[in-house]
Nanobody
Framework: QVQLAESGGGLVQAGGSLRLSCAAS????????MGWFRQAPGKAREFVAD????????YYVDSVKGRFTISRDNAKNTVYLQMIRLNPEDTAVYYC????????????WGQGTQVTVSS
C-alpha cells in the first residue's frame, strides 16, 4: 500500500508563493499518476492538477492555469505543486493523490496540508 505525505503549506499574503511537496512510500512511485486536490471549509473537494506517471502530461483546473505548476521527481518519490500569485480563493487544505499509470480512480490520498492566503 502506498502512503502519501504532504508538506509545505503555510500562511502567505496575496500575491505570494508556496511550493507543496508530496512524498510517497510503500509503492512503486514511477508507476503512479499523481494529482493535487484542494478543499476549502464548507466546500467540496476539487481537482487542481495532475501529472502522468512519467511526467509527460499535465492538466490544471482553469482557476490555477498559469499560476500553479505540478512536477515530479521519481528519483525522490516526490511530486510538487509550485504555486505563485496566490489569492485568498486558493485558501484550502491541499491533498496529494495517486492512481495507476493507466488512469482511472484516485486510489491513495495524503492527509493534506493547509494553505492560507491572506488579503
Amino acid at each position: 500500500q502506498v502512503q502519501l505525505a504532504e508538506s509545505g503549506g503555510g500562511l502567505v499574503q496575496a500575491g505570494g508563493s508556496l511550493r507543496l511537496s508530496c512524498a510517497a512510500s510503500g509503492g512503486t512511485f514511477s508507476s503512479y499518476g499523481m494529482g493535487w486536490f484542494r478543499q476549502a471549509p464548507g466546500k467540496a473537494r476539487e481537482f487542481v492538477a495532475d501529472i502522468t506517471w512519467n511526467g509527460g502530461s499535465t492538466y490544471y483546473v482553469d482557476s490555477v492555469k498559469g499560476r500553479f505548476t505540478i512536477s515530479r521527481d521519481n528519483a525522490k518519490n516526490t511530486v510538487y505543486l509550485q504555486m505563485i500569485r496566490l489569492n485568498p480563493e486558493d485558501t484550502a487544505v491541499y491533498y496529494c493523490a495517486a492512481r495507476g499509470r493507466l488512469g482511472g480512480s484516485w486510489s491513495y490520498w495524503g492527509q493534506g496540508t493547509q494553505v492560507t492566503v491572506s488579503s
